[in-house]
């Protein structure tokens, strides 16, 4: 009995001994709490690798961003007929985001950058046009005949091998990093994928059914994945900008002057692409 008046004593006469199970104790994490960071190369591309705003500006256009996953390799083994799970490695699953489009077009941008930096097909297949217009002289693929004869003498010029193929840089990867941080009261915990590489990046459809946001869909290879040190760590002002009132004020290049609508649209410059008048030729290899 005096066990139960103890029991009694520490238990139901104390009203807050069940605090700890109340949700403000530890309250879970939202869904929407979360925002996306790009951190490209800086020697690849010096031109956005440093602007913050450009960064924090496509960032805004994530949609959705699936959290790493990984995959642990086992095998099943029989020790004496006692199963034994044994472990052989580890895979990191594919990394899925998906992004707005918009009239301003920075992600598409990226994209074609990423696109025109590995490869040699998107390049140099237009002229800049006149002016804001679009270029009605586009430059299509050699013909068939052009390409059976031409010369393609060892140690010449004559061959044109930057129409098409791969262009093997000194910088393997575009985008150093990609870091996910999901945040609440002001804290944030930082999910850092190593190397990304894009394997698809999905454009959306036209569809005269649907009124909704266009979306580009990217799902990346990662070669690394980890977790910040610091969890719950404070929020910087930059992070903290992305919720407030800011200070940086985002804006674009390349402004329509003849924007009398004052509809904000831009015409973005993609002559990192190359033309006719100013190639872009392949990487020394």
């Known amino acids: 009995m005096a066990g139960g008046d103890t029991y009694r004593k520490i238990f139901f006469r104390n009203w807050r001994n069940a605090d700890r199970f109340k949700p403000n104790s530890t309250p879970p994490r939202q869904k929407f709490n979360g925002f996306v960071e790009f951190i490209f190369n800086p020697v690849a ?18 949609q959705s961003a699936k959290l790493p996953e990984i995959l642990f390799d086992t095998v099943i083994k029989k020790q004496y007929n006692i199963k034994r799970v044994v472990q052989t490695g580890f895979d990191i699953k594919p990394l899925d985001i998906s992004v707005i489009d918009t009239v301003n077009n920075e992600w598409l941008t990226v994209f074609m950058k ?9 390049r140099n297949r237009t002229t800049e046009g006149f002016g804001n217009d679009r270029d009605p002289f586009v430059i299509p693929w050699p013909s068939n005949s052009e390409t059976t004869t031409k010369s393609s003498a060892f140690m010449t010029g004559s061959f044109e091998s930057n129409i098409a193929g791969l262009d093997i840089s000194s910088e ?35 569809n005269y059914s649907d009124s909704g946001f266009r979306t580009f869909d990217m799902s990346f290879e990662l070669e690394n994945f980890t977790i910040n040190s610091k969890t719950n760590f404070t929020m910087t002002p930059e992070d ?16 329509d002057v003849n924007d009398k609508n004052g509809l904000g649209y831009t015409s973005r410059n993609l002559r990192f692409m190359g033309d006719s008048s100013n190639p872009r030729w392949r990487a020394g290899q």
Do not use: M, W
Request: charged content about 20%; glycine content about 6%.
């Open 114 to 122: 990423y696109f025109s930096y590995h490869y040699n097909q998107p």
């Open 240 to 255: 903290l900008a992305r919720f407030e009132k800011s200070e940086i004020a985002f804006t674009f290049d390349g402004e």
């Open 172 to 206: 393997a990867h575009l985008i150093d990093q990609i870091k996910i941080i999901t945040y609440a009261g002001g804290k944030g915990v930082e999910y850092i994928c190593f190397r990304p590489t894009i394997t698809s990046f999905s454009l959306d459809e036209i």
């Open 45 to 62: 591309l010096s031109g956005i690798s440093d602007s913050n705003t450009f960064r924090t500006q496509i960032s805004s256009l994530v």
